[in-house]
């Protein structure tokens, strides 16, 4: 059992957890900082609270409760993902709950997990969401769970336990509520994480509701998220998930709408074509466990990107267009923050390219020597040619403009033949960037 927990965190610290939101964050000084809070409410398996509150919260914030992947810990899902930095930006708060148990894996499997207020981890999580709202405006129709993996159950748990609460959550490899049940005290199902427990969708919709029965309200949105070559937490249980949320949400197994965000990825929407429709799935080809995780698409799903007033706005609209063209950075107006995750033979890197000028940056362009014999695979956030050798990032259209101060951050995943480093040197738009 050790050694399959091991291998469910793993995958994921292997690939630093990329979580690569698609927006432009600001970066100035803040004094905002994650936060341990003790004595939060009843917490019958010892879980750990993490607090982050930006410096500007939004009037009625919107609350996120990120959970983290086996192995992980709530800072290391603060750390690894952006859901603080998108915070900071449109000024909802973040709860990260923490595990202590050995395998840092949250229970999605005891019978007391899988009851409305049975006890283990969600009764502690529950706490840790009431603390906040005892303390904070928190707008009861804008809270939200988020997870990864382990984390991505127990959205599912959370979403199924407690629908009165939730409003939506993401899910990034996850499985449906129940799937992963067990009754001798094991936390692991093989079943289920090999994709071989398969139901109907009134099946899995009962799961759900038997374990908070009489409940009649609404019930949460839900985005779901899955490679198709996962090999730990088997593809079948995306299309499990879709059957569960649908039915919960009295849909058909017929999406309303189907597109690509990005080549390699299906999304699909169940009763609704909009942002916020009541299911929304997208299937990643060809990735693994490790996959991106893109923090700014789940905060979109929730409907919360919205930046809060400022007491002082423009006096000016912004232009309805950029302008066509910008001077290249100036010599030292630009950043470039690089971390490498390898593993067996592939890496995941995470770029950060920070404009350090004056001047708004409108398109760009990163030219990198990528290290000999690594090949870029697959991208995020930019476009990348050729796959190896001289690398260039292109930007896309909804991050093309890096306003003084801000950042822009991409990635990708590559294969290597034994050598994991960095490359030596950075130019944007032609100009050499610090590097650090």
Not at 105 to 126: E, K, T, Y
Not at 299 to 327: C, H, K, V, W
């Amino acid at each position: 059992m050790t050694a399959r927990f091991k291998l469910l965190g793993a995958a994921l610290v292997a690939a630093a957890i990329t979580v690569l939101a698609a927006v432009t964050v600001p970066t100035p000084a803040s004094a905002a900082t994650l936060t341990e809070v003790t004595g939060f409410g009843p917490n019958p398996s010892n879980l750990r609270m993490y607090l982050y509150v930006p410096d500007r919260v939004a009037p009625r914030p919107a609350l996120v409760v990120a959970v983290h992947y086996c192995t992980g810990s709530g800072p290391a899902m603060y750390s690894g993902t952006q859901y603080a930095a998108l915070a900071d930006r449109y000024g909802y708060i973040v709860v990260y709950p923490s595990v202590t148990r050995s395998s840092k894996c949250f229970d999605v499997s005891s019978p007391q997990a899988l009851r409305r207020g049975g006890g283990s981890d969600p009764v502690g999580i529950m706490s840790m969401v009431d603390h906040v709202r005892q303390r904070y405006d928190v707008d009861p129709a804008r809270i939200f769970a988020t997870g990864i993996s382990s984390g991505a159950m127990m959205t599912n748990v959370l979403l199924g336990l407690y629908p009165d609460v939730f409003s939506a959550g993401a899910a990034f490899s996850g499985v449906p509520f129940g799937c992963f049940a067990t009754t001798d005290g094991s936390e692991w199902n093989s079943q289920c994480a090999n994709g071989q427990i398969i139901r109907t969708p009134q099946q899995w919709g009962d799961l759900v509701r038997d374990a908070h029965p009489g409940y009649t309200g609404p019930r949460p949105r839900m985005q779901t998220w899955h490679g198709t070559n996962d090999e730990t937490l088997r593809y079948p249980n995306f299309g499990e998930q879709i059957k569960q949320w649908t039915n919960l949400h009295g849909l058909s197994q017929t999406p309303t709408y189907t597109d690509s965000p990005q080549p390699g990825y299906t999304r699909t929407r169940y009763g609704g074509s909009g942002p916020t429709a009541p299911v929304e799935a997208i299937s990643m080809q060809g990735v693994s466990h490790n996959l991106p995780v893109d923090a700014a698409q789940a905060i979109r799903f929730f409907g919360i990107d919205t930046t809060p007033p400022t007491s002082a706005p423009p006096t000016t609209p912004p232009p309805s267009t950029p302008p066509p063209s910008t001077p290249p950075p100036g010599p030292g107006t630009c950043r470039i923050g690089y971390t490498v995750s390898a593993w067996n033979t592939g890496l995941t890197a995470s770029v950060t390219i920070t404009n350090t000028g004056g001047t708004a940056i409108d398109g760009w362009n990163l030219t990198f020597p990528l290290p000999a014999g690594q090949t870029v695979t697959s991208g995020w956030n930019a476009t990348y040619a050729p796959s190896s050798g001289t690398v260039t990032a292109r930007n896309v259209a909804y991050n093309a403009t890096i306003a003084p101060n801000a950042s822009v951050s991409i990635g990708f995943q590559a294969t290597h033949t034994g050598g994991t480093g960095a490359p030596t040197s950075f130019a944007l738009n032609g100009t050499p960037c610090s590097i650090g």
